[in-house]
């Protein structure tokens, strides 16, 4: 899938998107509260550069934690980034951002971030090399020892370990409304669109993004979550 394919699936999927995620939300909230704590040492007016953010739950949980720090929102759905300017601006906190619809590469110079948080997103870079080169992008959007918390869907296709917890994921998607369809269209754009690789192939891959080695902090099923800084 290309990154138009892409972009127009999340356009689709936009309106609504934060309602359909309630019943997930557990994998979410535990993944921000841990984010906090990760994150709690930065300097007081801190920035922040939010990477593929879609309707900005990570920037929503940030911004309402630490109401000095500034946030750059990289959204390539515009759709997407319309609902994360909207929750922004009933929230309160829409003048500490600078709202960019496109990728990275498109994002204009500007000062050096702190921090950048990336959930759910280099999954589907299928190609390790590009994958690399994108969190290299985003190295270099940050200071020197700068943090990144990213988190991807991550296993060893094909192990006991994967079928277990597929088995557990589907439990989870049907008590959350998920329909039968939806199950099997996201398992079969699983096998074709989504790059799922074991959590030590993500780690080189970050690595070789300009990283020094990443942290797991947090899994819940198939996501995982680490952090680590920009080397020198």
């Given at each position: 899938?290309?990154?138009?394919?892409?972009?127009?699936?999340?356009?689709?999927?936009?309106?609504?998107?934060?309602?359909?995620q309630k019943k997930l939300a557990p994998v979410h909230e535990g993944l921000h509260f841990q984010l906090e704590w990760?994150?709690?040492?930065?300097?007081?007016?801190?920035?922040?550069?939010?990477?593929?953010?879609?309707?900005?739950?990570?920037?929503?949980?940030?911004?309402?934690?630490?109401?000095?720090?500034?946030?750059?929102?990289?959204?390539?759905?515009?759709?997407?980034?319309?609902?994360?300017?909207?929750?922004?601006?009933?929230?309160?906190?829409?003048?500490?951002?600078?709202?960019?619809?496109?990728?990275?590469?498109?994002?204009?110079?500007?000062?050096?971030?702190?921090?950048?948080?990336?959930?759910?997103?280099?999954?589907?870079?299928?190609?390790?090399?590009?994958?690399?080169?994108?969190?290299?992008?985003?190295?270099?959007?940050?200071?020197?020892?700068?943090?990144?918390?990213?988190?991807?869907?991550?296993?060893?296709?094909?192990?006991?370990?994967?079928?277990?917890?597929?088995?557990?994921?589907?439990?989870?998607?049907?008590?959350?409304?998920?329909?039968?369809?939806?199950?099997?269209?996201?398992?079969?754009?699983?096998?074709k669109d989504v790059a799922i690789l074991p959590p030590d192939d993500?780690?080189?891959?970050?690595?070789?993004?300009?990283?020094?080695?990443?942290?797991?902090?947090?899994?819940?099923?198939?996501?995982?979550?680490?952090?680590?800084?920009?080397?020198?």
């Amino acid at each position: 899938m290309n990154q138009d394919e892409l972009k127009a699936i999340f356009d689709q999927q936009a309106s609504g998107y934060e309602q359909r995620q309630k019943k997930l939300a557990p994998v979410h909230e535990g993944l921000h509260f841990q984010l906090e704590w990760i994150l709690s040492d930065l300097p007081r007016e801190a920035r922040i550069l939010c990477v593929g953010l879609g309707t900005g739950a990570e920037l929503s949980y940030l911004a309402n934690k630490f109401p000095n720090w500034s946030f750059t929102a990289v959204e390539p759905s515009g759709a997407m980034r319309d609902e994360c300017r909207l929750r922004a601006e009933k929230e309160g906190f829409s003048s500490r951002c600078m709202f960019h619809e496109g990728y990275l590469e498109s994002l204009p110079d500007v000062e050096l971030h702190d921090a950048a948080t990336c959930f759910m997103v280099s999954q589907f870079i299928i190609d390790t090399e590009a994958r690399s080169n994108f969190f290299r992008a985003i190295a270099a959007r940050l200071h020197p020892g700068g943090i990144l918390v990213s988190a991807d869907l991550s296993s060893e296709v094909g192990s006991y370990e994967y079928r277990a917890l597929l088995q557990t994921w589907v439990a989870m998607l049907h008590a959350a409304n998920v329909s039968s369809g939806a199950i099997e269209k996201t398992h079969s754009a699983w096998a074709k669109d989504v790059a799922i690789l074991p959590p030590d192939d993500v780690k080189a891959i970050i690595r070789r993004g300009g990283f020094d080695s990443p942290v797991q902090f947090y899994q819940a099923g198939f996501v995982h979550a680490w952090f680590s800084k920009r080397s020198p």
